[in-house]
């Protein structure tokens, strides 16, 4: 590849015949146009590859796995043939818009201190929303501990971060490499989130997150069960799944819930510190956010109805909210 270019786009493409030129054409067709475009065909068994060789385009670096390594597999591959300062990614079924590179490479030239930089994210296809992220790092950290800090297929990387410290893709949480990523990155870049959407996610049946939507708590689970030891913080199975809303309220007793608001204060306080590179700011924003979902989640369950019907989930019920309100009204004082 050319190391005089700064970026290198990087996409997987598996399967993506009818989507992938709008995909391809996204890139080519960016206001700035000097990078390598780097796609690894990962063993489709459809038109993908007649598609992209199609294209002449000299930025175009085309490689192709003789068998199907899957995701994971394929990005490491990508990253290890990378010699420019910057990767950015991208999937063979969305849209950049066509001020995406320019707009993320002037942002890491300007902030070099910044490991990996993401935007907001336009789905579209069978729903249309807007993903939004925290901006800066001191906002973006806390997030960890209930969600995506960064879009994945928003970001980019500098490389000599990831290639200093031999950080890859790792596949032991299947689906779920973004968020392994950026714990492996947490002790050693600072993030950042563009408070723009810059890239169009593409939602259709076909995609691996709406095809494993069934898997998603149990794997949200078991990665957190590794997360949370990282940090020193001891957790509970039923603890985690109180914090991650997976398992209806009801189904645990009064005392564990109490538990869980004594859990939810202890890890502020005692891990949402200046160890963890996380500001008093940052701490107490995140823990209310953390604690209205919690709320949110004892006012009703997923279609919307109360579920505290019995005068004895009624009487709970109003006795954590009455400890998370003064909780609240304190931290504002």
Known sequence: MNSNKKITVLMPVYNCEPYLKEAIDSILNQTYADFDFLII?????????????????????YLKNETNLRLVGTLNRGLDCISTPYMVRMDGDDISTPDRLAKLLDFMESHPEIGVCGSFIETFGNDNSIWKYNETDEMIRPCIFYKSMVGHASAIFRMSVL?????????????????????????????HNLQEA??????????????????????????????????????TNNLLQ?????????????????????????????????????????????YKIMESRFVNRAKATGNGAIIWI????????????????????????
């Open 163 to 191: 290639n200093h410290h031999q950080i890859r893709y790792s596949e032991r949480h299947i689906h779920m490499e973004d968020r392994v990523m950026w714990l492996s990155l947490f002790s050693i870049a600072k993030f």
């Open 242 to 286: 109180i914090h991650l809303g997976y398992t209806d309220l009801l189904n645990f007793e009064e005392k564990e819930i109490t538990n869980y608001i004594t859990w939810l204060e202890k890890l502020r306080f005692s891990h949402f510190d200046v160890n963890l590179g996380l500001t008093k700011f940052a701490m107490n924003f995140h």
């Open 41 to 61: 065909n990962d063993a489709s068994t459809d038109k993908s590859e007649d598609i992209i060789l199609s294209y002449s385009d000299p930025r175009i670096i």
């Open 198 to 235: 810059l890239y169009k996610y593409r939602i259709l049946e076909h995609n691996v997150t709406v095809r494993n939507r069934e898997t998603l708590s149990e794997r949200v689970t078991r990665f957190y069960e590794e997360l949370f030891p990282e940090f020193g913080i001891e957790c």
């Open 310 to 333: 019995s005068t004895k989930n009624e009487t709970l019920f109003k006795r954590i909210l009455l400890v998370l309100r003064s909780k609240l009204k304190r931290n504002n004082h």
